[in-house]
Structure formats: structure tokens, C-alpha cells
């Protein structure tokens, strides 16, 4: 074999290492673009392309052979189909992942405004423009939970799952399927919201009620001067003991989440 003939075929292997490593990183770049934490402006864009193409390198060689889709020879319908169907699979995966977060977010906010701190708003780079602290504080206490309970590795092995259930070029699930799991999964979110947020929800409305009956009970006491302080102070403290009895309900969120992207790409 001639050198010619060789610098050919290093060539077209060169070429069909780099587009199988472009196929997969369309699903890869998409979810980390939609998943919450990596996904926020707090995390630089290049930052995003580099974590998409170490995963996509690392991940072409265990996957499927892809299709004879062709990539470099000319833009097609076919491509064009294949591309949105990539990028659709790899949004809706990180999109669920980030409804979870907001469960969070939203528990959050249910319990500022049970405990006068709703007016403490402030920038969220993590989500974008202006949120309650609470709120960003449970958010980046999923983040936490979610890496310290391996949920990336998780999220790893779903991606190479859903590539050997729904390989590239393929049509996506019925959307029927989709249609009807999505008020299922609204309804566990808000549960998940809710079983949060109820017991500091119910302690500080317990609170308040006492010291409205002080306040009817004896005004010249004029109680309600001590209401929002105390009840600020017990909602730190009743906030802090939380902190420790996240874990399991937070990972069962994370499981409801991951059910869910494997019904979406299975």
C-alpha cells in the first residue's frame, strides 16, 4: 500500500471519527444546555462545550453504530431531521432534570413567604434574573444532594441507555405517550414541593396563630412587635433542621425525574 492510498484512508477515518463524535455530542450538548446547575448562565458557554466534547469522545466508542446518516456530504432533509431529533431528545432530558430543581425553587418560595423573608430578593445567576434567597438556597441544595448522591453518574448511564433504546437516526416516541405522562409528572413535582415546604409551612402558621390569640388576649402587650422576629429567628432554626431530612425525599424526586427521561427515550 502506497503512501497516497494511506493518507486516504487515515483520512476518511479521521473524518468518520470526528462525525460519529459530532452525532453524539447533539444529544450530549443539548441536555447540558437544558439540565439546571451546568445548564445556567453561571456556568460559561465554553465551559459547556468542552464537558459535551469530553463526554462525546469518551462515550462514541461503547454506543451503537450509528446510521449511514451522512454529515460532510452536503446538507439533506434527512440530516436536518436527524439533527432536530438529537437535539429534542438531549432538551427534554435535561428539561425534566430541571422541573425537579424547580420543585425545589418553588418550595423554597412557599416557605419565604411563610416566614417574612419573601422581600429578601436578590440576582439569581442560576436561573436568571431576580428570586427569593431561600429559594436559590434550595436550589443549590439540590444541586448538592444531586452530585453527592451520584446523580451525574446516573445521568451518564441513562444517556448511554437512551442511545440503545432510541439510537440516532430513529424516529422519537410516540408523542401521545409524552402527551399523557405530562400530568402525571406535574402533579409528583408539586407533591414534592408541597412534602417540603409543609412542615416549616404549618410551624410558622402555628406561630402566627399564637401570637395573634397574645395579641387578642392581652394588646397592651402589643405582641405583634415580636412576631415577625421570632418568627423569622424559629424559621432559621426550623429551616436548619430541614437541611439534615432533605436527602430522602429530594432522592426520590431525582428518581421520579429519571423515570420519567426513560419513558421519554424508551
Same mark, same amino acid.
Not at 451546568?38 to 462545550?49: D, K, L, N, S
Given at each position: 500500500?502506497?503512501?497516497?492510498?494511506?493518507?486516504?484512508?487515515?483520512?476518511?477515518?479521521?473524518?468518520?471519527?470526528?462525525?460519529?463524535?459530532?452525532?453524539?455530542?447533539?444529544?450530549?450538548?443539548?441536555?447540558?444546555?437544558?439540565?439546571?446547575?451546568?445548564? *445556567?448562565?453561571?456556568?460559561?458557554?465554553?465551559?459547556?462545550?468542552?464537558?459535551?466534547?469530553?463526554?462525546?469522545?469518551?462515550?462514541?466508542?461503547?454506543?451503537?453504530?450509528?446510521?449511514?446518516?451522512?454529515?460532510?456530504?452536503?446538507?439533506?432533509? *434527512?440530516?436536518?431531521?436527524?439533527?432536530?431529533?438529537?437535539?429534542?431528545?438531549?432538551?427534554?432530558?435535561?428539561?425534566?432534570?430541571?422541573?425537579?430543581?424547580?420543585?425545589?425553587?418553588?418550595?423554597?418560595?412557599?416557605?419565604?413567604?411563610?416566614?417574612?423573608?419573601?422581600?429578601?430578593?436578590?440576582?439569581?445567576?442560576?436561573?436568571?434574573?431576580?428570586?427569593?434567597?431561600?429559594?436559590?438556597?434550595?436550589?443549590?441544595?439540590?444541586?448538592?444532594?444531586?452530585?453527592?448522591?451520584?446523580?451525574?453518574?446516573?445521568?451518564?448511564?441513562?444517556?448511554?441507555?437512551?442511545?440503545?433504546?432510541?439510537?440516532?437516526?430513529?424516529?422519537?416516541?410516540?408523542?401521545?405517550?409524552?402527551?399523557?405522562?405530562?400530568?402525571?409528572?406535574?402533579?409528583?413535582?408539586?407533591?414534592?414541593?408541597?412534602?417540603?415546604?409543609?412542615?416549616?409551612?404549618?410551624?410558622?402558621?402555628?406561630?402566627?396563630?399564637?401570637?395573634?390569640?397574645?395579641?387578642?388576649?392581652?394588646?397592651?402587650?402589643?405582641?405583634?412587635?415580636?412576631?415577625?422576629?421570632?418568627?423569622?429567628?424559629?424559621?432559621?432554626?426550623?429551616?436548619?433542621?430541614?437541611?439534615?431530612?432533605?436527602?430522602?425525599?429530594?432522592?426520590?424526586?431525582?428518581?421520579?425525574?429519571?423515570?420519567?427521561?426513560?419513558?421519554?427515550?424508551?
Amino acid at each position: 500500500m502506497d503512501a497516497v492510498t494511506r493518507m486516504a484512508i487515515d483520512g476518511q477515518q479521521a473524518f468518520a471519527i470526528i462525525s460519529t463524535t459530532l452525532w453524539v455530542m447533539l444529544r450530549i450538548g443539548a441536555m447540558l444546555m437544558a439540565m439546571p446547575m451546568i445548564g *445556567t448562565r453561571a456556568v460559561p458557554a465554553r465551559v459547556r462545550v468542552m464537558l459535551a466534547v469530553a463526554l462525546s469522545v469518551a462515550l462514541a466508542p461503547v454506543l451503537p453504530v450509528l446510521p449511514a446518516v451522512p454529515l460532510f456530504d452536503g446538507l439533506s432533509s *434527512t440530516t436536518v431531521l436527524t439533527v432536530l431529533r438529537e437535539v429534542a431528545v438531549g432538551v427534554s432530558i435535561g428539561f425534566l432534570l430541571r422541573l425537579i430543581f424547580e420543585a425545589g425553587a418553588m418550595a423554597g418560595e412557599m416557605i419565604a413567604q411563610s416566614t417574612g423573608l419573601a422581600f429578601a430578593q436578590m440576582a439569581d445567576p442560576m436561573r436568571g434574573g431576580s428570586s427569593g434567597v431561600i429559594g436559590q438556597w434550595f436550589y443549590l441544595m439540590f444541586g448538592l444532594l444531586f452530585f453527592t448522591s451520584n446523580g451525574h453518574l446516573a445521568l451518564i448511564s441513562l444517556l448511554v441507555d437512551s442511545y440503545k433504546a432510541l439510537p440516532i437516526g430513529t424516529a422519537l416516541p410516540d408523542p401521545h405517550a409524552l402527551a399523557a405522562l405530562a400530568p402525571t409528572l406535574a402533579v409528583q413535582i408539586f407533591r414534592g414541593a408541597m412534602s417540603l415546604a409543609l412542615p416549616l409551612v404549618v410551624a410558622m402558621l402555628a406561630i402566627n396563630l399564637a401570637f395573634g390569640v397574645l395579641a387578642r388576649a392581652a394588646p397592651a402587650l402589643n405582641p405583634m412587635q415580636l412576631g415577625l422576629p421570632v418568627a423569622l429567628l424559629l424559621g432559621l432554626v426550623l429551616l436548619t433542621l430541614l437541611a439534615g431530612e432533605m436527602g430522602p425525599p429530594v432522592q426520590r424526586l431525582f428518581d421520579t425525574a429519571f423515570d420519567a427521561a426513560r419513558q421519554v427515550t424508551m
